[in-house]
């Protein structure tokens, strides 16, 4: 008899046992969808902003690989050097250089091939409208790391994309183009500096 006793004891002990595991897997369960219910609330009522970029694709020429002409820092007074390709990629510079930005009309194109030389990725415009330089800084904008956006009204191009020893002309703002050309040649300058 006692056996028995022990028997529905033990059973008792069980049920018991596989209650407080229910118990807890429907505690740790509501918790768990509470949580997921609170992020997709979170994130429904605060959507993250969009930056758009969207460019067109205006047709982009070959990739230019241009010689090296050198770089040296220019002294005081001297002045600046004529260079080799229009825009320049490479040659005598400033010793400051541009960090990565948005910039107007009175940029030093010298500073600019300092940036380069660390580098930097320039996106060169002229003549385009105001649309379009737009399209520019939003790129520059979602991904500046290293990267400036700035007007050289001396150079055929409407856009020129320029690296140090490389440059990439297009007829206007091409997402896929810039992306690509960023991508392959950003930090890939001859001085790695910020």
Not at 38 to 47: Q, T
Not at 99 to 126: C, F, K, M, R
Request: a neutral charge.
């Amino acid at each position: 008899m006692s056996s028995t006793r022990q028997r529905q004891a033990q059973l008792r002990a069980e049920q018991e046992q596989k209650k407080k595991q229910q118990q807890y897997l429907l505690i740790g369960g509501g918790i768990a969808a509470a949580a997921i219910i609170l992020v997709g609330v979170f994130f429904l009522l605060n959507p993250q902003p969009q930056t758009p970029t969207s460019t067109g694709s205006f047709p982009c020429g070959n990739l230019q690989v241009l010689e090296d002409e050198g770089r040296g820092h220019l002294k005081p007074g001297e002045p600046i050097p004529n260079y080799k390709s229009n825009p320049p990629t490479s040659g005598t510079h400033n010793e400051t250089w541009y960090p990565a930005g948005v910039y107007d009309n009175n940029v030093d194109v010298t500073q600019l091939i300092h940036s380069l030389e660390h580098g930097y990725v320039v996106l060169y415009y002229n003549g385009i409208p105001q649309d379009q330089i737009n399209q520019l800084v939003n790129i520059q904008r979602s991904d500046s790391f290293k990267l400036i956006v700035a007007p050289y009204p001396n150079m055929p191009h409407k856009v020129a994309l320029a690296a140090w020893g490389r440059v990439q002309p297009c007829d206007g703002p091409n997402e896929a183009a810039i992306r690509s050309f960023i991508a392959q040649f950003r930090n890939q300058g001859p001085e790695q500096a910020p």
